[in-house]
């Protein structure tokens, strides 16, 4: 996403083959040096990496496997309660490792015999239309550092608890994988870079942020609400809106923040008629007209 993309904390080639990792000021971690060390270590790893590698193994400190145990056993208790039924069977059958963090490589394993997803390693930022496109290919471009432990209910930036709690979880589904193809599919098709970052805006505010009516209750299937256990508490009062392709388009955004405007489907049913039909059909001119009606 074009907000998303401004967020990723540049990565730095270095003279000697090495890479640095340049965190804002603002940074939890900026003052760490044991954990800046570990992001330039880790953002190493996806830098020389090509597809059809296996994915470079991440050696985890013991505080890192604790985050991931800590957040996982906050988000386990609030999944129970405020993700749909689809996400709760998927993260059943993907069967996550509770007290260690899993590399990617082990997640794709797992995803294999449910959906077929594999995951590509990222050292940060990655351009939108390879990011998206891949999707098509039932690929997904994943980091692998984990948010620094002072701040562990929620990150700006996007981490190995967002990436495979929040997507990997979802990408067990084959209903959610036969979307995020879909979305693959259209990011290819478009040409424009407005109608491009119309079809991410789209994403971002189902797949990453979508909320969705289930009997009386609304709940969570965004991949973004489903990895942050501060976050997931509040989205119920945001403002919810009717679920339109248009207006998500044309919807700006801040990464840094808590969503405060979400919109809601009726049902699976509902997301995959709107939003599946959308990124089936979609092309330069149709979101052309979509832009100026909205
Ligand atoms: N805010 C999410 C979390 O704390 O897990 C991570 C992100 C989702 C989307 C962009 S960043
Ligand atoms: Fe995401």
Redesign the pocket.
């Known amino acids: 996403?074009f907000e998303?993309a401004q967020?990723f904390a540049p990565v730095a080639a270095n003279e000697d083959g090495s890479v640095t990792v340049e965190l804002a000021k603002s940074h939890p971690g900026f003052a760490d040096p044991v954990y800046r060390a570990r992001r330039n270590a880790i953002a190493g790893l996806a830098v020389g990496y090509t597809r059809g590698e296996p994915i470079p193994h991440a050696e985890y400190s013991d505080e890192e496997h604790e985050v991931w145990t800590l957040?996982t056993r906050e988000l386990a208790v609030k999944h129970q309660k405020y993700a749909i039924a689809e996400f709760l069977d998927a993260a059943e059958a993907l069967g996550l490792p509770k007290d260690r963090i899993p590399q990617l490589e082990e997640v794709s394993e797992l995803l294999k015999p449910l959906t077929g997803f594999r995951y590509l390693p990222a050292a940060g930022l990655v351009p939108l239309r390879e990011f998206y496109g891949v999707l098509a290919d039932s690929y997904f471009h994943s980091t692998q550092y984990i948010?620094h432990h002072s701040v562990p209910?929620?990150?700006?930036?996007?981490?190995v608890?967002?990436e495979v709690?929040?997507h990997g979880n979802t990408l067990a589904s084959p209903r959610f994988a036969a979307l995020y193809r879909l979305a693959g599919q259209a990011a290819r098709r478009v040409e424009t870079a407005e109608a491009l970052e119309f079809v991410s805006k789209v994403f971002?505010f189902t797949l990453?942020?979508g909320v969705m009516r289930e009997g009386r209750d609304l709940k969570a299937y965004g991949?973004?609400?489903?990895?942050?256990y501060?976050?997931i508490e509040e989205f119920r009062g945001m403002d919810i809106r009717p679920l339109d392709v248009t207006v998500m388009g044309t919807t700006a955004y801040d990464?840094t923040k808590?969503q405060d405007v979400l919109f809601e489907a009726a049902s699976f049913d509902h997301l995959e008629d709107v939003v599946g039909q959308f990124w089936a059909s979609c092309d330069d001119e149709m979101i052309a007209k979509l832009r100026t009606t909205a």
């Open positions: 996403m998303e967020y957040v948010r209910f929620y990150t700006p930036e996007p981490d608890i967002h709690i929040g971002w990453e942020f991949a973004g609400i489903l990895s942050s501060g976050e990464i808590y």
